[in-house]
Nanobody
Framework: VQLQASGGGLVQAGGSLRLSCAAS????????MGWFRQAPGKEREFVATIMPGGGSTNYADSVKGRFTISRDNAKNTVYLQMNSLKPEDTAVYYCAAKWSAMSTAPNEYVYWGRGTLVTVSS
């Protein structure tokens, strides 16, 4: 599966952005999807993940209550709604796909899209 993230940009602290990740292929609805981010000089870190049916989600503590992951299997797209953004949310955001169970570990995800840059100014 090929993934393409979009929706990044420059936003002021306290603002909102919605990221999208469009997937090619017919098997999208079978994949666990995840969002990760990588800030300059830091390792890639887990943000959120969602089960194939969309009924179960998991979030990093740093974004819980501010970010929401969702998916539309009919559109082969997963979203990340980001509210109350903080400067520390500045990073390149990546979407990724894997089989079976949700995971917070980047190395368990098989498919990765190119990232989209989110910059939050103070």
């Amino acid at each position: 599966v090929q993934l393409q993230a979009s929706g990044g940009g420059l936003v002021q602290a306290g603002g909102s952005l919605r990221l999208s990740c469009a997937a090619s292929g017919r098997a999208f609805s079978y994949y666990v999807m995840g969002w990760f981010r990588q800030a300059p000089g830091k390792e890639r870190e887990f943000v959120a993940t969602i089960m194939p049916g969309g009924g179960s989600t998991n979030y990093a503590d740093s974004v819980k209550g501010r970010f929401t992951i969702s998916r539309d299997n009919a559109k082969n797209t997963v979203y990340l709604q980001m509210n109350s953004l903080k400067p520390e949310d500045t990073a390149v955001y990546y979407c990724a796909a894997k089989w079976s169970a949700m995971s917070t570990a980047p190395n368990e995800y098989v498919y990765w899209g190119r990232g989209t840059l989110v910059t939050v100014s103070s």
